[in-house]
């Protein structure tokens, strides 16, 4: 996305970059998340 003022934007070209930001963010949080979770089982296995 451009710089610009904001009444120069298109709404559903925000709508869609929002949720494709939101999207990636979630993806990451699940990578974060499982490999935690992983992470836990391994250690718990091994102790």
């Known amino acids: 996305m451009e710089a610009g003022p904001l009444k120069d934007l ?3 070209k925000l709508k869609n970059e929002i949720r494709r930001w939101a999207k990636a963010v979630v993806a990451y ?3 974060l998340s499982f490999g935690a ?3 836990l089982i391994r250690s718990v296995r091994w102790a």
């Open 37 to 39: 979770v992983d992470s």
């Open 10 to 12: 298109d709404p559903e």
């Open 29 to 31: 949080a699940r990578q």
